[in-house]
């Protein structure tokens, strides 16, 4: 009986969601909610500033602002590829409109991960930089995965769209790529309980396996 009620409410509050995306937004509804989604991307860096301005950055502060904006940078490129699975899963294709917005908060805090490595914890000293990349193949995967969105970056608009046709696609693909990398320098970063980046690991599989399914599936 317990099981039965937790599927009917769990099928309620699906069908409820599946009504609530059904209703396309207008351009005015579709604008409050890109406003809504870039004030929530920029709340993490607003927290920083007035850790910041509070002089209240822990006692590591440069370590914790790599991990903060490593950390985001994470979370808001998991968000952006959840948005073709949801169009998959619900016919509803209204959300893709907020893929190009989060794909760029994801760039401005890759760079300002990367920003804070190289300026911050190595002022800048190229071959301190390139002799600690050689040492830890965690920091080589990470600036790969870093070096391999500014392309994405910079295509993102719609003129490079046009221009680069069908091969904007297949450049962009390398947003799964990116994602396999990042999650991989989370997990080796953290090296003790693992539990953290096992999730996001298991999320990111869940995500690349629906798009799999959907590509090969028997039609």
Known sequence: MAFKNC??????????MLRIMDKIPNKVQ????????FLLCAVPLLRLIWLGFQDNLTANPIEFLERSTGFWAMIILLATLTLTPIRLLTSRAWPLQLRRM??????????????VYLWLDFALLWTDIINDIAKHPRILVGFAAFLLTIPL?????QRMVKRLGRRWKT??????????L???HFWWIVKIDIRE????ALILTALLGIRI?????LK
């Open 171 to 180: 450049l962009h693909k390398s947003v799964y790529l990116i994602a396999v």
């Open 30 to 37: 579709m604008s409050r909610i890109k406003a809504l989604v």
């Open 7 to 16: 599927t009917h409410h769990t099928q309620t509050h699906w069908q409820k």
């Open 153 to 157: 970056a910079i295509t993102s608009n």
């Open 102 to 115: 989060l794909g760029l908060w994801m760039f401005f805090y890759a760079c300002c991960h990367i920003t």
């Open 197 to 200: 980046p096992m999730l996001y």
């Open 182 to 184: 990042i999650v991989v």
């Open 213 to 217: 399914y959907d590509k090969y599936k």
